[in-house]
């Protein structure tokens, strides 16, 4: 992410956050400062609203500004929501996120090519999941063999993982506590093969996180000592 500053009227600085998005501003100039959150593209503001702070800055103060942003991705794929997200509306608006993968504007009575295939587990290992349809995921799901209700958590979350990464670019290398979105898919893949039932819960409460990926971006400023 990137901010721009302005001070009465004049830009002042461009500023890039790092890999913790955190970015740092100097000010030695007292004086009324706005601040720009750019953010990137496909990105949605959240705190503020419009991604605009304002403060005045004094000798010897220093505050932070905490901007939050999302990335609007299929997020929160509970298994309820599988359950409801299938077939089309009236007016041949899929409800599916399946049957149009890529988010192409696809209706249910068009003649196009759409949806396609996505295998849960990993296809090496020979012990994989083919979904076709929403329909066929809630099935899947709810009737998943594990003590409570883990397994069929993780499922469900890494078939929403696997429909960002074909959506969203980006989203595979996006970081989640230093470790690559494609990383913690490749761990879940694998983990529904060899049924280590303890990796059920935290791979599936990383993967919702991974697919609601909120972002939080600051800026610290700095006022430079008499």
């Known amino acids: 992410c ?10 002042i600085a461009n500023l890039i956050t790092n890999t913790s998005g955190v970015a740092t501003l100097h000010l030695c100039v007292p004086g009324n400062y706005t601040v720009v959150d750019n953010g990137r593209a496909g990105w949605q503001h959240t705190s503020p609203a419009d ?11 220093s505050q932070l500004l905490n901007f939050g942003n999302v990335q609007p991705f299929i997020g929160g794929l509970t298994i309820g929501y599988w359950k409801t997200h299938t077939g089309c509306q009236n007016d041949g608006t899929p409800l599916d996120p399946i049957f ?15 949806g396609g295939s996505i295998t849960l587990g990993n296809d090496s290992l020979g012990d994989s999941i083919v979904v076709n349809n929403a329909q066929e995921a809630f099935a899947i799901f709810d009737n998943a063999n594990c003590s409570g209700t883990c397994e069929a958590m993780l499922k469900a979350q890494l078939l929403g993982a696997k429909l960002n990464v074909r959506r969203f670019p980006g989203f595979n290398e996006s970081l989640l506590n230093g470790q690559a979105v494609s990383s ?11 049924q280590f039932t303890l990796l059920y819960t935290p791979l599936s409460q ?10 939080g971006n600051t800026l610290v400023v700095n006022f430079c000592a008499l």
Do not use: M, W, Y
């Open 100 to 114: 149009d993968p890529l988010n192409t504007g696809e209706r249910c009575n068009d003649d196009g090519i759409v």
């Open 206 to 215: 990383l993967l919702d996180t991974a697919n609601n990926n909120h972002n």
């Open 2 to 11: 990137n901010f721009t500053v302005v001070r009465d009227s004049t830009e």
């Open 184 to 194: 913690i898919i490749l761990q879940a893949d694998n983990a529904l093969k060899i």
């Open 51 to 61: 991604g605009i702070l304002q403060f005045q800055a004094l000798s010897r103060t």
